[in-house]
């Protein structure tokens, strides 16, 4: 069995990331951080998922860059 998606609002996302608000909206609109999705009339979500390849995808891309 699948394990259920987990749902991140923003406070969440910002303390896992260590980005700001601002930076990570930024990061959004330049494509480069995952955008939320919407999970209610006013109200938007991150896909855990999503957060954790990004993370594991900025840990990779250090890792190269270091070489």
């Known amino acids: 069995m699948t394990a ?29 951080f995952p955008a939320p999705v919407r999970i209610g009339v006013r109200s938007v979500a991150w896909d855990s998922n999503e957060i954790e390849k990004w993370q594991a ?9 270091s070489q």
């Open 57 to 65: 995808a900025r840990i990779a891309e250090s890792t190269t860059a």
């Open 4 to 32: 259920p998606k987990q749902f991140l609002r923003l406070p969440a996302v910002i303390a896992l990331v260590g980005k700001s608000r601002t930076a990570i909206y930024r990061d959004i609109q330049a494509r480069i």
